[in-house]
C-alpha cells in the first residue's frame, strides 16, 4: 500500500545505494517536470518537425516503447525522491549532484523499475494492432 515500504539495495561500483519506489505524487511531480522540460525545448520546433517526431513514434519497435517509458520522467526529480541512503562517506543532498552519467542513469532506471507497473509485453503487442 505504502511506496515507501519497498526497498532494493543497488551497487554502483564499490557503493550500496538503497533506493525506495516512488509514490504515486512523486512520480506525477517527476511525469510534470520533464513535461515541462520538454515544453519548452519543443516550443522552438516547428510543425514539419513536430509531424516527423509524432509519425516517428508510431514506427517504435516494442524494445523503443519500453525504453521511452523511461523518458516520460525527470532523471532529478526521480534521484531525489528514490534514493534514500548509500555506504558512501558523502552526504546525499551534495552527492546527488555529482553522481557520473552511468550512475545517475543506472539508479534512475533502478527507481523507476521498482515503481512502475511491469510491461506487459502481451498489452504492447495488443496496442499496437490497434495503431
Known amino acids: 500500500m505504502f511506496a515507501s515500504d519497498t526497498k532494493r539495495d543497488v551497487p554502483v561500483g564499490d557503493v550500496t ?69 548509500w555506504t558512501s562517506p558523502v552526504p546525499l543532498a551534495q552527492g546527488i549532484d555529482d553522481l557520473d552519467e552511468e550512475s545517475a542513469e543506472l539508479l534512475f532506471r533502478a527507481i523507476l523499475d521498482l515503481s512502475l507497473p511491469a510491461i506487459d509485453p502481451e498489452a504492447v503487442k495488443a496496442a499496437e494492432k490497434k495503431a
Request: no cysteine; aromatic share 4%.
Open 17 to 85: 545505494v538503497t533506493v525506495r519506489k516512488l509514490s504515486g505524487r512523486s512520480l506525477e511531480k517527476a511525469s510534470e517536470a520533464q513535461s515541462i522540460s520538454a515544453a519548452t525545448v519543443t516550443r522552438s520546433f516547428g510543425p514539419e518537425v513536430m509531424k516527423v517526431l509524432r509519425e516517428g513514434r508510431a514506427e517504435q519497435t516494442p524494445e523503443q516503447r519500453t525504453a521511452s517509458r523511461y523518458q516520460a520522467y525527470d532523471r532529478q526529480s526521480v534521484l531525489v525522491a528514490g534514493i534514500m541512503r
